[in-house]
């Protein structure tokens, strides 16, 4: 365990799983706090002390705290020398780009998908909600852009994978317990497959296999 490392967070949430992902790719084991969104600890005191956004992840790095998981990614990735936070200007700009571009249109639309599909019904444990068609060609849409971004091309950037690669494939981590359909998009599977195969997605996949089966 990295004693001076603290990670608050929820298991099942695309932002806590992305960092969870990067904490197992650096083979770093912070002590995790788990926070139970669905019983509201993210509004209690003591936790809006850490975080006054009442949001996770949150990193506690000895003294030195940090929220926002794309932050987190940076900081953690560079800390460790990882080339999951490339060397290259340009390449850094670029993973940058997808990180801006998580945050918006694909956090709201894949984002709801995984949690719609196969958190909320495990917290509440009810049937998934169905999507209306103008969520469905949302998705279409977010989908089709990043499968032509993804064409003739292994990674999101570079010849290996980066916190880009982390960010945005952490939201596909429930693609196949939530039937996600992903069959159109040729790029995108072939690239999740080499996510699949990674020791560190396995590894964080099984975590949360073990807690949506409790």
């Known amino acids: 365990m990295n004693n001076d490392l603290t990670l608050y ?35 209690s005191r003591s936790f809006l002390h850490i975080n006054p956004d009442g949001r996770v992840p949150v990193l506690l790095d000895g003294d030195f705290a940090l929220t926002e998981s794309a932050a987190i990614l940076q900081y953690l990735a560079r800390k460790y020398q990882s080339t999951l936070w490339p060397n290259e200007i340009t390449h850094q700009a670029q993973v940058l780009k997808w990180l801006f571009w998580q945050g918006n249109d694909w956090n709201k639309t894949v984002g709801a998908y995984a949690h719609q599909q196969v958190v909320l019904p495990h917290w509440r444990n009810v049937k998934p909600d169905d999507f209306s068609e103008q969520y ?14 993804l064409n003739g091309k292994e990674y999101l950037v570079g010849r290996h994978f980066t916190i880009a690669d982390i960010s945005l494939g952490s939201y596909l981590m429930f693609a196949e317990r939530g039937k996600m359909p992903l069959d159109q998009y040729q790029h995108i599977r072939c690239w999740l497959e080499k996510l699949k195969v990674t020791m560190w997605w396995q590894k964080t996949q099984q975590q949360l296999l073990k807690i949506l089966s409790s």
Request: hydrophobic fraction near 40%.
């Open 136 to 149: 469905l060609k949302n998705f279409e849409n977010i989908m089709s852009m990043l499968n032509h971004a």
């Open 9 to 43: 967070y929820n298991p099942l949430t695309v932002n806590s799983i992305k960092v969870v992902l990067l904490c197992n790719a650096l083979n770093i084991e912070p002590e995790y706090k788990h926070i139970q969104l669905q019983k509201a600890e993210h509004k």
